[in-house]
């Protein structure tokens, strides 16, 4: 990797950091949801970077992949356990960061995330394969009487591309792909109360573009356009301007151009909590970048 790029990534994921920070700081019994998500994604446009996905807010059995939708009226509760999960590119580079705003007493789940990260983060070194990193977080989450989410993983990072190889399961699998010195990996193990399986719900409001075609809808365009803007990176339903985005967007799924981000969730009345740091590997460990 070149000096150029490291510093694009070191950047990315200091203000990724400090972004995490004082967007979680927001959360709070009461707090609207849309306020926090709008708030916390300025901070990052302020700074004259750009996000790398839109701001992941989801609470309690939802893991992944929610985000305020337009005019959103929902608030915390009291007893909330709220994942927000950030990332930033600096010329395509990514920092993907993320953390559990624990609004009950759910400390011991917490903790299960947030060791099962360091623990993997103490071992990435060169040679050493996914799957040794997988059966860590495992064991971690597990003795503290949790279940790691097996359908979620971290993965690799590429310039404008959030999931490069390898990807770093949270469970123990045998052998998988070595980890090797130059890669740029989001770590982020997922600790839940329920199965450790998420499935998908209906609600959607998160998309990517999967090819580029030429589409005449008006609506669409827009659609288009919006991706464009991100460099073909995710996009929120709630940053197109059009007030046909709706309509635009189910033809674009529909026709394979784009895909869509449902809201991953483990069973009713469960609890998931996610911890996330991007490192970068050097030949005898690694760097975060987003500490
Ligand atoms: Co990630």
Same mark, same amino acid.
């Given at each position: 990797?070149?000096?150029?790029?490291?510093?694009?990534? $070191?950047?990315?994921?200091?203000? =990724? +950091?400090?972004?995490?920070?004082?967007?979680? +700081?927001?959360?709070?019994?009461?707090?609207?949801?849309?306020?926090?998500? @709008?708030?916390?994604?300025?901070?990052?446009?302020? @700074?004259?970077?750009?996000?790398?996905?839109? %701001?992941?807010?989801?609470?309690?059995?939802?893991?992944?992949?929610?985000?305020?939708?337009?005019?959103?009226?929902?608030?915390?509760?009291?007893?909330?356990?709220?994942?927000?999960?950030?990332?930033?590119?600096?010329?395509?580079?990514?920092?993907?960061?993320?953390?559990?705003?624990? %609004?009950?007493?759910?400390? $011991?789940?917490?903790?299960?995330?947030?060791?099962?990260?360091?623990? +993997?983060?103490?071992?990435?070194?060169?040679?050493?394969?996914?799957?040794?990193?997988? =059966?860590?977080?495992?064991?971690?989450?597990?003795?503290?009487?949790?279940?790691?989410? =097996?359908? $979620?993983?971290?993965?690799? $990072?590429?310039?404008?591309?959030?999931?490069?190889?390898?990807?770093?399961?949270?469970? =123990?699998?045998?052998?998988?792909?070595?980890?090797?010195?130059?890669?740029?990996?989001?770590?982020?193990?997922?600790?839940?109360?329920?199965?450790?399986?998420?499935?998908?719900?209906?609600?959607?409001?998160?998309?990517?573009?999967?090819?580029?075609?030429?589409?005449?809808?008006?609506?669409?365009?827009?659609?288009? @356009?919006?991706?464009?803007?991100?460099?073909?990176?995710?996009?929120?339903?709630?940053?197109?301007?059009?007030?046909?985005?709706?309509?635009?967007?189910?033809?674009?799924?529909?026709?394979?151009?784009?895909?869509?981000?449902?809201?991953?969730?483990?069973?009713?009345?469960?609890?998931?909590?996610?911890?996330?740091?991007?490192?970068?590997?050097?030949?005898?460990?690694?760097?975060?970048?987003?500490?």
């Amino acid at each position: 990797m070149n000096e150029e790029t490291t510093e694009d990534y $070191l950047a990315a994921g200091r203000l =990724a +950091a400090e972004v995490l920070r004082n967007g979680a +700081a927001r959360i709070s019994p009461g707090a609207s949801l849309l306020e926090v998500v @709008e708030c916390t994604e300025a901070m990052v446009t302020d @700074e004259g970077a750009a996000l790398a996905f839109p %701001l992941n807010i989801s609470s309690n059995e939802d893991a992944a992949h929610d985000t305020a939708s337009p005019g959103d009226e929902r608030t915390f509760s009291k007893h909330d356990l709220v994942k927000i999960d950030l990332g930033i590119q600096v010329n395509g580079y990514i920092a993907d960061t993320a953390m559990t705003v624990d %609004l009950g007493k759910n400390d $011991l789940l917490v903790e299960a995330s947030r060791a099962a990260l360091e623990s +993997a983060i103490a071992m990435i070194r060169p040679g050493i394969t996914v799957g040794e990193v997988g =059966a860590v977080v495992q064991q971690e989450i597990e003795r503290r009487g949790y279940r790691p989410v =097996a359908n $979620l993983t971290g993965h690799g $990072l590429a310039q404008y591309n959030l999931h490069a190889p390898p990807s770093i399961p949270n469970i =123990a699998v045998s052998g998988g792909a070595v980890i090797e010195e130059g890669m740029v990996i989001a770590i982020e193990p997922f600790a839940t109360t329920g199965t450790g399986h998420v499935s998908e719900r209906s609600r959607v409001e998160i998309f990517q573009q999967l090819v580029v075609k030429p589409v005449r809808m008006k609506s669409a365009r827009q659609v288009m @356009e919006t991706s464009r803007r991100v460099h073909g990176l995710p996009f929120a339903r709630r940053w197109i301007r059009s007030d046909k985005a709706d309509i635009a967007l189910r033809s674009l799924v529909r026709s394979n151009i784009l895909r869509p981000f449902p809201v991953l969730h483990d069973v009713e009345g469960s609890l998931v909590s996610q911890h996330e740091h991007t490192v970068i590997v050097t030949s005898d460990g690694c760097i975060i970048t987003t500490r």
